[in-house]
């Protein structure tokens, strides 16, 4: 038998929301809602072992690079606006 593919797209807008779960005892979820549509991420089984651990630091590091990219785009989007005002004053 073949491996399983699945394949699922979210483009985040005003009406996302993302939350996390804590949980003294279990581990945590993470819930992304968007326009009535909602996508958990947590890990599977209730104990956090090695493989776990790694991919939750997987998770951080793409969370992160997504964050840098974003204020990239935000700040240089913000200076090309800047510059396209002076230039109509």
Do not use: W
């Amino acid at each position: 038998m073949k491996l399983g593919f699945a394949s699922f797209g979210v483009q985040l807008g005003e009406n996302t929301r993302i939350d996390l779960s804590t949980y003294a005892a279990d581990v945590p979820i993470v819930d992304v809602r968007v326009n009535g549509c909602s996508m958990t991420l947590t890990l599977r089984g209730d104990v956090v072992d090695d493989t776990g651990l790694a991919l939750a630091h997987q998770l951080r590091d793409a969370v992160n690079g997504f964050v840098a990219e974003c204020e990239r785009l935000h700040a240089e989007q913000g200076d090309r606006a800047a510059s396209s005002e002076s230039a109509a004053a």
